[in-house]
């Protein structure tokens, strides 16, 4: 009997895995996100049962897994829920830092009472759990208050003296470890968790918001190289399994963010042009410098629309803040019952965390046909007839092509300079997180339409029905 249940156990464990990998997998897609997403949170509930299974003559044990259960489930219902679009990159943030917690404790729970332990792997294991899970856990809470705008960048992180913190307090962590075989629960273990927390502080709290996107999808990497250490600790196949694949695709996403931003992880990570530029959330510059500026009033761009048959909306993080994605579908489908074909361009780093954008107009219900990756849209901006750039900046500047020696030099950007008009809706001519110009502004193709990007929105709604736009369609 006991071989059986300990068979069932390990079935669903599997179970947990093969469901696990393919909502990792599910993720890669917007049309197939959702239902993802849902099969791993049956993994993650699978994976709770095996445990249960496993641990079945000691009731007080299940009381803890279930109290824990149901607490966690409840917090990220209530979260999921009341969050807005433009706090998700900080609860993800936040998310990635309760992930390296959890490992965390894990592992200090196994070395504090369970210290007698002499297993090579099982030191091993409980050091990188220590050391990833509590780098995970400080540097995911410094994300998120810079994101939030609770939290500054120090000038003396900008100093070279950072570098000597932190390499100090990672020759504390090594020592930390290598002395932890010998004292398994005492001292060696304190001073690793302590160290290494404060080097996870030291080593983002440089990191400038241009750099979010990154520091991000790296944290969710760490988060899983924590987790499947800490499955090496208790000796378990579904979290080293799960741990692995959630570390390997973070890595994957690291890598992505990095060619999009023309950055290497090594100038993220110890600082560099964008790394530096600005303080906590907002883009930093001034509006000085522009000469060549051509405004213009939501009539004027509702009448481009109205004779456009290709029209191509870049949304950004201005986009977000005004929560207008719902305001942008419904212009959208006025456009397309009009005869206009409307498509939407998505760069990689637009917001504040890898796939922001699609994100946030999954939630207006755009479809998912219309989101086109920068390497699909590009080609097609030369015979767009009119782009309409809500709230991004860096990702359309131009002398991201043909300035050497702009900061931006080398990154990919939205060619939408290229298109026959532009409309740029600004709030201000504040730079972008690069803390620079930008030269698309002052093209003779480009009007700025200041403003909120809802309030602009709406506008436009209003002027293109009393122009009769919607009320007959237009044949292509």
């Known amino acids: 009997m006991t071989f059986s249940m300990d068979a069932f156990a390990a079935a669903i464990d599997l179970a947990a895995v093969l469901l696990l990998a393919l909502g990792i997998k599910g993720l890669s897609k917007v049309s197939s996100a959702r239902g993802a997403n849902g099969l791993a949170a049956l993994a993650m509930g699978l994976a709770v049962v095996g445990l249960l299974i496993q641990i079945r003559p000691d009731p007080i044990a299940w009381l803890w897994i279930a109290a824990g259960s149901a607490a966690g489930g409840l ?41 007698g332990t002499s297993d090579i792997v099982a030191l091993v294991s409980i050091a990188v759990s220590v050391f990833v899970g ?18 500054d960048t ?7 003296l950072r570098h000597g913190v932190n390499i100090s307090l ?35 709290l440089p990191i400038g918001g241009a750099d979010m996107p990154v520091v991000i999808s790296l944290l969710n990497s760490y988060s899983g190289v924590a987790a499947a250490a800490a499955g090496f600790v208790v000796g ?10 959630v570390g390997a695709a973070g890595l994957i996403l690291t890598q992505v963010m990095c060619t999009a931003m023309n950055r290497s992880l090594v100038s993220v990570l110890f600082g560099g042009a964008l790394g530096a530029s600005t303080g906590a959330v907002g883009g930093g510059g001034s509006e000085a410098g522009y000469t060549r500026i ?27 803040v005004a929560q207008a994605q719902h305001s942008l579908r419904e212009l959208a489908k006025l456009l397309e019952g009009h005869g206009v074909e409307v498509s939407y361009a998505i760069h990689p780093v637009a917001g504040r965390m890898p796939g922001h954008m699609n994100v946030l107009l999954a ?57 026959r008009q532009v409309f740029v809706v600004k709030r201000s001519l504040g730079a972008g997180y690069a803390g620079i110009n930008n030269a698309l502004f002052e093209m003779p193709q480009t009007a700025m339409v200041f403003g909120d990007a809802k309030a602009v929105l709406n506008g436009l709604l209003s002027e293109l ?11 292509a």
Do not use: H
């Open 75 to 115: 917090a990220g219902l209530v979260t999921a829920r009341r969050v807005p679009m433009t706090a998700m990159p900080e609860t993800v943030a936040l998310f990635n830092g309760c992930g390296g917690m959890a490992s965390l404790l894990v592992a200090m729970g196994v070395a504090l009472f369970d210290g």
């Open 134 to 151: 509590a780098i995970t856990f400080s540097g995911s809470i410094v994300a998120m208050a810079k994101l939030q705008g609770w939290l």
């Open 154 to 160: 120090p000038g003396w992180t900008q100093s070279r």
């Open 170 to 204: 990672a020759v504390l962590c090594l020592v930390s470890a290598v002395l932890l075989p010998g004292d398994p629960s005492g001292l060696p273990l304190w001073l690793l968790m302590g160290g290494s927390t404060l080097l996870g502080i030291g080593v983002t």
């Open 236 to 245: 378990s196949q579904l979290l080293i399994v799960a741990g692995a694949m």
């Open 294 to 320: 051509t405004s213009c009033s939501a009539e004027e761009c509702a009448m481009a629309l109205e004779q456009a048959e290709r029209v191509v909306f870049v949304p950004g993080y201005g986009l977000a």
């Open 363 to 419: 939630e207006a219900d755009v479809p998912y046909e219309q989101l086109l990756e920068m390497d699909l849209v590009n080609p097609e901006f030369p015979r767009t007839d009119v782009v309409i750039v809500l709230g991004a900046n860096d990702v359309v500047n131009p002398q991201a092509k043909n300035d050497p020696t702009s900061p931006l030099y080398g990154m990919p950007v939205l060619e939408v300079d290229q298109a």
């Open 465 to 475: 029905r009393s122009m009769g736009v919607g009320k007959t369609k237009v044949a």
